[in-house]
Every structure is written in structure tokens, then in C-alpha cells.
């Protein structure tokens, strides 16, 4: 079958271009000729040339090459990516040599064999291919870094305890300190990683992340270190492990805290030696990685019971980054959410939708056991299921705080007796502001003063 491929030659002997085009037309699909460099410009600038073969010598009697070099130039300029065989009866090596440097990808003299042309022609042609491809796949990943770097991978908050986590990614990102980042569930430990890697040396390179919690311990070597075809029953092919994928780059291992006893013993082998064998092979792979690891248990009391391994600890925790939990860092509930309903606005086509500040108060009391990821689910929910321009505490379906019942007065206390009466008309009618002023007889100016003086 013939290759598809497009290929020009450019020669001013009628003869070799016939004999070159008969020859290149049985392996490829557009051989195209042209006998005099005033049909370059053209040709060029209507085709994307996979090779182009091309004559040194177009002057009768001129043996310099310099024409040839002046074609070679105006090919590379056209199309970088073009692939250059040039052939010349007087085959002057000084002449290959400055070709070859201006960018040519081979040389022949005329006469050429035509096995040894085609074998040079074939190669150019794969080369070619394999250097498009990696093009193909450095666009692609770019592409995918800057996904990686859409609003999801912001890390949003004011409070101090945030400002001192950028201060820290900042200090670790550039070093190659081996990171463990504590904290609940949710709290963000996975977005502080992917800063760290994004603000390193290794950005441009893969960032790779492994859930320890989710991986057998059956096939936890495999995964990891990978395998040689033949291994186990099971290995059909050759498998990379995350460690050689993520070889140059970052390893994120999270849930640490959930690596059974035996595993974390052939864990730590391959952080101390920084080289991996794959199962059912005997060559060893030299590893440079970044170490991320991530867990939501407290390490030290598990190494007190003796359920994680303290010196493994001691290689994972050179620099400890904690994120608190977001009951502890209220201030950042607002923008938070803020920032979420951005988001959820643009996705859902609901530009207009707002959040009074009394919701704020109120998604700032509740205790977020889920921390940001219940918050960004929940204001997902709410703007899902919004159907006017404000969204309403109601909306948030809130567990627990949202249900509890707003305690009666048990005082004569004028201002608390009207904390509380405005408390149960907002709770009566579900957040709706114009309906709460009508029954308790205010404006819904006077309403939203009453609310900040109260802090509702
Ligand atoms: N400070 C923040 N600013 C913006 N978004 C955040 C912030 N912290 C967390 N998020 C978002 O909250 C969600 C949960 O964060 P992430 O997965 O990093 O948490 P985690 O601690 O790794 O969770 P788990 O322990 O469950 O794996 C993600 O969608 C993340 O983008």
C-alpha cells in the first residue's frame, strides 16, 4: 500500500524528474515535479510538502551549490517541518556539510541507487511523522495544562490561614522537598499540590496523581512499579507504573494514611532508592520525582499504634502544609462561595443570580463537615435549583442548621424579642425578603437594616 505522503522534486533535467516521480510513485500517494525554481514560490504556498528532493545545481555549468542552498532556505522558510533531500552530480562534502547545517535532511550524488534513495527518502518520511506527532501531542498538552489551570485550580481565600498556605507553597514550590499536606476531607489539599507543581521547576511537566485508598493490594506493585509482559498469569504487555509515568514530573500519593503495613514498606525502598524495578524484571529505572502526599489521618498517632511506619513518615514530611477545616476559616465562606456561584452562573446561564449577605451569615454559621467540596456542591445544587434572581438559604439545603428551629425568646428584651420576630418571618417564608417586610409591616429597606444590625 502506498504511503500518504506529499512529496515535491524540483530538478531542472527533464529526465531525472521523470525517473524520480515513476520511481517515488510507486510507494507514494502526490509526487509532484516542477523543472525551474520560478515554480517554487508557488508550489510552496499551495501545498504543505512532507519531502521535497531538490537539485544543487540549476545554472548550466554553475557546480557552487549556492542555488540549491538558496532553494533549501526558501523551502525551511516556508514550512519548517519539511524534510530536504538534496542530490548533486559533484558530490563535495564541504557542500553536504553546509547544507546538512542550514537544515537539509540528507545528501546524494547523483546518480543515486534508487534502493539506497528510497531507504533515505522512507526514514525522512518516519522522522517527519514521529516529529508531527510529538507537535501533535505538546499542543495537546498544553492544551490540557491550561484546562488544569481553569478557575477549578485557583486557590481562593483571605483568611490567615490560607495566606499562610500560599506563603508556604511558595517557599516549598521551587525546592524539591518532599511534601505532606494534612487536613479533612475537602479542605483542598489536592489544589495546594497541583500549585506546588504548577509554581516548580517541573510545571511543564506531568503532574500525576495516585489514590492510594483505591489501589488492591494485589496489584499495588504493579500499578506502581509496573510489570514485564509474562510477570503474573495476568500480564499480557508491558505496563509503565506511575512512578516511570511520572518520572520528571510530580507524584501526588493521596490518602498515605490508607497504605496497608507491607506496602508501605516497599513504598519507602523506592523513595529512599529513588529507582524502581518493574515486577518481573530486573533492570533498574532511575527516578526524578517530587514526592506530594496527601492524607486526611493524623500520621504521628497512627505511628503510635503502629499502623504507619515512622520512617517512612520521616521521608514523606520534610515540609508539613496543614489545611484547616472551613468552620475554622469563616472569612473565607463568602468569597468562596462567591467565586463557586461565578462559576455555576456561567455554566447554568443564570447571569443575573446574586446572594444577599444575611445567606452569607448563614452559610458562614453552618459547620461544612464536607468543608469546600460540600460548599461548591452545594452551591452548585442552589444554582441548579433557583428559579428567581436571588438565591434563598432554603436554597442551600443545609443539614442541620438550615433545620434548626430558631429558639424562642425567653426574655422581654425588646431587641431580641425583634431578632427573633424577624428570624421566624425570613425562616416563614423561605428567605424571601418581600414577603418576610410585608408580614412583620417594614420596607425591605428597613427589613435589610434590622438584618445587619442583628447580623441575620
Ligand atoms: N481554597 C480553595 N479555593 C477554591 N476551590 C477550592 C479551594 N479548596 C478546595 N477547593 C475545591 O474544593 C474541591 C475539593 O478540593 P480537593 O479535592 O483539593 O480537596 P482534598 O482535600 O484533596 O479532598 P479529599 O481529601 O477528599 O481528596 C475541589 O473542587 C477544589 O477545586
New binding site residues.
Given amino acids: 500500500m502506498k504511503q500518504k505522503a506529499k512529496i515535491l522534486i524540483l530538478d531542472d533535467d527533464n529526465y531525472v524528474l521523470l525517473s524520480l516521480r515513476i520511481l517515488l510513485e510507486q510507494h507514494y500517494t502526490d509526487v509532484r515535479g516542477i523543472n525551474s525554481p520560478t515554480q517554487l514560490t508557488t508550489a510552496l504556498a499551495e501545498n504543505e510538502f512532507d519531502i521535497v528532493v531538490l537539485d544543487m545545481n540549476f545554472s548550466a555549468g554553475d557546480t557552487s551549490g549556492k542555488d540549491g542552498l538558496k532553494y533549501l532556505q526558501q523551502v525551511k522558510d516556508a514550512n519548517p517541518n519539511t524534510s530536504i533531500l538534496l542530490l548533486t552530480a559533484y558530490g563535495e562534502i564541504n557542500l553536504a556539510v553546509e547544507a546538512m547545517r542550514l537544515g537539509a535532511y540528507d545528501f546524494l550524488v547523483k546518480p543515486w541507487e534508487n534502493e539506497k534513495l528510497l531507504a533515505t527518502i522512507k526514514t525522512a518520511f518516519e522522522l517527519n511523522s514521529a516529529a508531527k506527532k510529538i507537535e501533535h501531542l505538546e499542543t495537546e498538552k498544553s492544551v490540557l495544562l491550561q484546562e488544569l489551570n481553569a478557575p477549578?485550580?485557583?486557590?481562593?481565600?483571605e483568611s490567615e490561614a490560607?495566606k499562610k498556605v500560599f506563603s508556604q507553597i511558595e517557599k516549598v514550590a521551587k525546592t524539591q522537598a518532599n511534601v505532606l499536606?494534612t487536613?479533612?476531607?475537602?479542605?483542598?489539599?489536592?489544589?495546594?499540590?497541583r500549585a506546588i507543581h504548577k509554581a516548580s521547576d517541573r510545571a511543564n511537566d506531568i503532574f500525576l496523581n495516585v489514590d492510594m485508598g483505591a489501589i488492591s493490594e494485589t496489584l499495588f506493585e504493579s500499578e506502581l512499579f509496573g510489570h514485564k509482559k509474562g510477570a503474573f498469569t495476568d500480564a499480557k504487555a508491558d505496563r509503565t507504573g506511575k512512578f516511570e509515568a511520572a518520572n520528571n514530573g510530580t507524584l501526588f500519593l493521596?490518602?498515605i494514611g490508607n497504605l496497608p503495613l507491607p506496602l508501605q514498606a516497599k513504598l519507602l525502598r523506592v523513595i529512599q532508592d529513588q529507582k524502581v524495578t518493574k515486577v518481573g524484571d530486573n533492570k533498574e529505572i532511575d527516578l526524578n520525582i517530587r514526592l506530594i502526599c496527601?492524607t486526611?489521618a493524623n500520621l504521628p498517632e497512627l505511628v503510635k499504634t503502629e499502623a504507619f511506619r515512622q520512617d517512612l513518615l520521616f521521608r514523606i514530611n520534610t515540609i508539613e502544609i496543614h489545611?484547616p477545616p472551613l468552620r475554622e476559616r469563616q472569612e473565607?465562606i463568602p468569597v468562596?462561595a462567591q467565586?463557586?456561584l461565578n462559576i455555576y452562573k456561567q455554566k447554568y446561564k443564570k447571569p443575573g443570580l446574586f446572594v444577599a449577605d444575611y445567606v452569607y451569615n448563614k452559610l458562614q454559621k453552618y459547620d461544612w463537615p464536607g468543608?469546600?467540596?460540600e460548599?461548591?456542591h452545594a452551591i452548585e445544587r442552589a444554582v441548579i435549583m433557583s428559579d428567581g434572581k436571588q438565591l434563598q438559604v432554603s436554597d442551600f439545603n443545609l443539614k442541620d442548621t438550615n433545620e434548626t428551629e430558631i429558639e424562642a425568646v425567653d426574655s422581654f428584651n425588646l431587641d431580641q424579642i425583634e431578632k427573633w420576630a424577624i428570624e421566624s418571618a425570613i425562616k416563614k417564608h423561605q428567605g424571601n425578603i418581600s414577603h418576610a417586610a410585608q408580614e412583620l409591616g417594614l420596607s425591605r429597606g428597613a427589613l435589610y437594616r434590622r438584618m445587619e444590625k442583628y447580623d441575620l
Avoid: P, Y
Fill in positions: 477549578f485550580n485557583e486557590i481562593i481565600g490560607i499536606i487536613g479533612e476531607n475537602g479542605t483542598g489539599k489536592e489544589l495546594v499540590a493521596d490518602e496527601a486526611n489545611l473565607d468562596l467565586h463557586f468543608n469546600i467540596r460548599l461548591q
